[in-house]
């Protein structure tokens, strides 16, 4: 019979799980763009992480910092350094 | 206690970011693109910083559900701080890790900042290349 | 391209070696019982004491335990954390000490009149979410860097929607920006400092980034505000630290959007790259 605290860990399973394809492929794709969408999308999933570990100060501070400033900041630096990778 | 699915759950988490980090560290020692580097490097700060995290959490008690570590009582009597006690998650690595996102974040401003100025100097993003713009120039100086 | 596959080999070959090396001894218990059954002492320690009304010697009279750890009992690891993300800024600033404030050679004209009109007023909204962030500190989870961070997509939607040269004419050029921080800035000093200058004028001890009163000093910030715990000077703390974050991430932000044809006056003379 499943309980509360048995979903909750379930949950923390799923989202860590869900972030390596998302590393993987942020660190392989030759298309920088893309890899700068697959490293936010790597961390949303540990925003949950840090939501279910409860950990609101960190969610706030993480929400603001890495999906928005940093993705910002690496798509700005793309567009003037050049979008592909040689190899 | 806790049960065996709990267990095995919070063990995947663990070897999950074990293999993040090593990962990433593979990114840092092995692509040649600047801009490369430093995505594998922010990826590698946050993965570390989600150990400690970790690190701090609980088992859960039959019976009692976990809080963040914040009081929502502002006349507490000796009852309701001894409830707080055994709900509240560790609140010491959240603080350690709040100065190390920040710390991270600053020194990742200053590296968006020396790649465009290398740039700027040498007209690609590619070690490679840099190096052997590099050897070149030391060559016709010592000749 | 033989070169390269060769070595992504031997990398992926040690990367499965060594998370089996790091993984199994967790397996066997190394990290003990996991997770953890209690939480340790002295985080035991640190939750009894940040709001006990029985023990007031050593209370912080805010009800949030992680803003108490960082501002007031570990507050000196938050003093050389702001340090190091000031000279950040400084170092990043100071590559460009020739071009700031210079007009830029492109004539920028924002985007529609619809995303403008739209953008202001929601940027009001934004502002506000921010600032009561910053304010509730030491109530709910929030605080000075969280509040800050939030306050500052302001600044970067308005640098993208307006257009640039519409920003470095108003009143928020980089040069208002820097008095911003750096009053923020001393904002922090002071109120770690002002218990050491209460010492010099009567005759009690008093401690650095002391908060509220202990058992050998009288001096203490108030602890209430209306009728809600107010942590103190951890209040002051997280004003200021949200202004000095907002002004920090828009200058970050204006020194990365120069054109090409005006930074490349920086390395004008030079003519090796190092």
């Not at chain 3, 203490?220 to 000077?233: C, E, Q, V």
Request: aromatic share 10%; glycine share 6%.
């Amino acid at each position: 019979m499943l309980e509360l605290a048995d979903l909750v860990f379930v949950m923390l399973g799923i989202s860590a799980l869900l972030s390596i394809p998302a590393t993987i492929l942020a660190i392989i794709s030759r298309d920088l763009l893309r890899a700068v969408i697959f490293s936010a999308l790597q961390s949303t999933m540990y925003t949950l992480m840090f939501f279910l570990l409860m950990a609101p100060d960190i969610v706030l501070v993480y929400v603001a910092v890495s999906i928005g400033f940093m993705s910002l900041l690496i798509i700005l630096l793309i567009k003037k350094v050049g979008r592909y990778e040689r190899y | 206690m806790g049960s065996e699915l709990q267990i095995s759950m919070y063990v995947i988490v663990i070897v999950s970011l074990y293999v993040n980090i090593a990962v990433c560290m593979y990114g840092v020692i092995s692509k040649p693109n600047l801009v490369k580097k430093l995505i594998s490097f922010t990826i590698l700060q946050d993965s570390i910083n989600a150990f400690l995290i970790l690190i701090g959490y609980k088992l859960w008690k039959p019976g009692i559900l976990l809080q963040p570590p914040v009081l929502l009582d502002w006349n507490p009597t000796s009852e309701i701080l001894k409830q707080f006690l055994e709900r509240a998650v560790d609140p010491l690595p959240q603080a350690l890790v709040l100065t190390a996102i920040v710390i991270g974040l600053a020194v990742n401003i200053f590296l968006v900042t020396a790649i465009l100025h290398v740039y700027r100097h040498f007209n690609t993003v590619d070690m490679d290349e840099i190096g052997k713009l590099k050897r070149v120039v030391v060559v016709e100086e010592t000749t | 391209m033989k070169g390269t596959r060769i070595r992504d080999a031997i990398f992926i070959a040690s990367i499965v070696f060594a998370v089996t090396i790091l993984a199994v001894p967790t397996l066997l218990g190394a990290l003990g019982h996991m997770p953890p059954v209690d939480v340790r002492t002295i985080a035991i320690k640190y939750l009894n004491n940040t709001y006990n009304p029985f023990n007031q010697s050593i209370w912080t009279s805010s009800p949030e335990a992680v803003a108490a750890i960082v501002w007031d009992y570990r507050g000196l690891d938050t003093l050389f954390e702001t340090a190091v993300f000031y000279s950040a800024i400084i170092a990043a600033l100071a590559l460009y000490r020739e071009i700031l404030g210079k007009k830029d050679t492109l004539e920028g004209r924002g985007l529609s009149i619809i995303v403008q009109r739209s953008t202001a007023i929601s940027m009001v909204g934004i502002l506000v979410v921010g600032f009561a962030t910053i304010l509730h500190g030491q109530l709910t989870p929030g605080g000075g860097f969280q509040g800050g961070a939030i306050a500052a997509v302001t600044s970067v939607v308005a640098i993208v929607v307006f257009s640039r040269l519409f920003i470095d004419r108003s009143r928020l050029s980089y040069k208002h920006l820097l008095v911003i921080r750096n009053t923020a800035l001393v904002g922090i000093a002071l109120t770690a400092i002002i218990p050491l200058i209460f010492q010099l004028f009567s005759n009690q001890t008093t401690f650095i980034f002391q908060n509220q009163g202990k058992a050998m000093s009288g001096f203490s910030y108030p602890h209430t505000i209306a009728d809600a715990p107010m942590g103190g000077s951890i209040w002051f703390y997280n004003l200021f630290e949200g202004l000095a974050v907002v002004s920090a991430f828009s200058l970050a932000m204006i020194i990365v959007f120069y054109s090409e044809e005006l930074s490349r006056k920086t390395i004008e003379g030079e003519e090796s790259g190092f």
